[in-house]
C-alpha cells in the first residue's frame, strides 16, 4: 500500500466550530506531515512527526492541535478558525532521513465561513 | 539554510513538444532536489529526484532532469507533452543539515492541443 489516505475530501466550518483532519499511511514511514496550501502557492509546512513524537512547529496558531495517536494516524484538530484558514490541508509521510521523498495525500479542501 | 527559484510561474507549449522547466537552488552544503507534480484537485506526486551519482536523472511519464552542480540548476524535461502534463511543478531541496524541505513557487504548465 504506497497511499495516503486523507479524510474529508471537503470541509466547511464556521469560525466557531470544531472539527479534525485525519491521514493514514500504511507505508511503514516514521515521519509524518502537515502542510498548508493556498491557491497557486506552493505548500507551507506546518507540523512534522518522527517516531510519533512532535519534532517541528512552525510557529502555528495554537487553533490547529495536531495529534500523532500511532506511527500510521495523524490528525490536526481545527477550532476557532479565521476565514484566511481555508486553504487545501495536505498530509505527507517520509521515511524521515534528509533524503527521502514525501508522499502526499490528496488533501482536504478546508472552508471557514 | 536552503532555497530554491522556479525561474518561471508559467509555460504554455503545445502537445507533442518539447517542454523545460528552470530550477535554481541555493545551499552552502549538500543537497537532495526533487521535482514534485500537483495535477488539479490532487496532492503532490513526486516525478523524480537527485541524491547523489549520475546527474541526469529519469522519472515517471518521460520526464528527466539534470543536475548541475557549478550552474546550481536541477532543470526538469519531457521531450513530448502531452495534454494530460497540465498541470503545476514543483521544484524541491532538502540539505544534508536541514529535515526541511524548500519547495519553489511552482511553474503552472499548460499543454495546449
Redesign the interface.
Known sequence: DTE?I?TPKHLVMGMTNKKSLKCEQHMGHRAMYWYKQKA????E?MF?YSYEKL??NESVPSRFSPECPNSSLLNLHLHALQPEDSALY?C?SSQ?D??S???????T?LTVT | AQSVTQLDSQVPVFEEAPVELRCNYSSSVSVYLFWYVQYPNQGLQLLLKYLSGSTLVKGINGFEAEFNKSQTSFHLRKPSVHISDTAEYFCAVSGSNDYKLSFGAGTTVTVRA
Open positions: 495516503v486523507q497557486k502557492k506552493p505548500p509546512l512534522v519534532s517541528i495536505l505527507a524521515g534528509r533524503n521523498p514525501l508522499h502526499f495525500g490528496n488533501g479542501r
